[in-house]
Every structure is written in C-alpha cells, then in structure tokens.
T-cell receptor, first 114, second 115 residues
Framework: GNSVTQMEGPVTLSEEAFLTINCTYT??????LFWYVQYPGEGLQLLLK?????DKGSNKGFEATYRKETTSFHLEKGSVQVSDSAVYFC?????????????FGRGTSLIVHP | EAQVTQNPRYLITVTGKKLTVTCSQN?????MSWYRQDPGLGLRQIYY???????DKGDVPEGYKVSRKEKRNFPLILESPSPNQTSLYFC??????????????FGPGTRLTVT
C-alpha cells in the first residue's frame, strides 16, 4: 500500500533559521503531493501542493519540489518566524480501483524561538 | 464563507453511551472523510464517502458508523463508545473523488473523551 514517511520532531529552530522537513513516499502510479499545516487548536489547512514530477509548490515562503526519482517532497523555508510554529503533514493522493486514496505522514512539529 | 463545520467541538461521555458527531460542508464537495488524530500515530482515516449514499471503510473503521444521505452532511456515529476511542476527530471534504489534484478541507476538530 501507499505510505508517507516524515522526519520525526520536534524540530526546534531560532527565528530566521533555515528549515527543512524531509518527506519520502511510496505509492503506485502518479500521486499528487501535498503539505498541510496544523496550527495549535485548529484543523489542517493546505500549505502547498505539486501534481506532477518536477513541479514546485510554494506558499508563504515555503517551497517543496516533487522529485519522482528520489520519491521525495521535502519542505523548505529560508527564514522561519515564530508564527510558523505548527505541525506539518506531508500527504499524497493516489487512485486505486477508481477510489481516491489520501495518505498522510505522522506529522512533524516545528517550534520556532524568538 | 467556504467551510467544514463539526459539532460538538468538545465532548466527554461514558462507555457505551451512543453519540453522533455531525459534519457539514457548504462547498458542494463530492468527497467527505473522517479521520482520528492520536499522538505518535498522525492522521488515520476512519470512513470516507465518494458521493451521496456511497460510503466505504478507511484504515480504522471498527467501532464507527457513518451515513451520507445528503451531499453536505456526513455524521460519524459511535454506537457504543469505548475508552480507546478517546481521540481528536477531523472531518474533511474535497471537491471531487475522481481528481487526485484537489486538496482536502478540514473541519476544526472534535475532541472526544470516553471514560
């Protein structure tokens, strides 16, 4: 079956540091890839997505590139802020027998200190 | 405002007392889903629905029921809750069940405690 593996957290950084959160996946066919963010006490919301190989998704200074050769979708940001403190989920959607199958990683907690 | 709503947001109940968590979306989405979120386990899908009157089991369906009589509503039913169902529950929806590119929209969550 499909799977998404994220680096374990928490990731603790100082403000303005560079962020990388690793994500690798296993899936059949050609999945779409997503990063969701969950702020404290809230539901998940889409951060960015990429729907085919070599696509780069970007939003709010975050970027991730769909790498089919390494089956990866690592999240990066050049300069984090305290307000970026949240849990980040890597996810994919694929199809199997006509069904839409979403698969989530376990989430990576990011803590940014002033 | 486009949104997914869930009620209640917080619920404390006792073992065996039937409960329903409601979920509603106002975006005319085809696909709806329930997840539970537990520490160290991330999000696990309970049930999903590709459209009205079409539901199917996710990864952890035991102890739960769902129905999809209308497009906008997708309630989660616990017929006889047990303490291992204490968790944070999220409802989500997506525009189409046939297009992989559409993201899911999540509700704010329901924190359930079963004693």
């Amino acid at each position: 079956g499909n799977s998404v593996t994220q680096m374990e957290g928490p990731v603790t950084l100082s403000e303005e540091a560079f962020l990388t959160i690793n994500c690798t996946y296993t899936a059949t066919g050609y999945p779409s890839l997503f990063w969701y963010v969950q702020y404290p006490g809230e539901g998940l919301q889409l951060l960015l997505k990429a729907t085919k190989a070599d696509d780069k998704g970007s939003n709010k200074g975050f970027e991730a590139t769909y790498r089919k050769e390494t089956t990866s979708f690592h999240l990066e940001k050049g300069s984090v802020q305290v307000s970026d403190s949240a849990v980040y989920f890597c996810a994919l959607t694929s199809s199997s027998g006509g069904s839409y199958i979403p698969t989530f990683g376990r989430g990576t907690s990011l803590i940014v200190h002033p | 405002e486009a949104q997914v709503t869930q009620n209640p947001r917080y619920l404390i109940t006792v073992t065996g007392k039937k409960l329903t968590v409601t979920c509603s979306q106002n975006m005319n989405h085809e696909y709806m889903s329930w997840y539970r979120q537990d520490p160290g386990l991330g999000l696990r899908q309970i049930y999903y629905s590709m459209n009205v009157e079409v539901t199917d089991k996710g990864d952890v369906p035991e102890g739960y029921k769902v129905s999809r009589k209308e497009k906008r509503n997708f309630p989660l039913i616990l017929e006889s809750p047990s303490p291992n169902q204490t968790s944070l529950y999220f409802c989500a929806s997506s525009l189409s069940a046939r297009d992989l590119n559409y993201e899911q929209y999540f509700g704010p969550g329901t924190r359930l405690t079963v004693t």
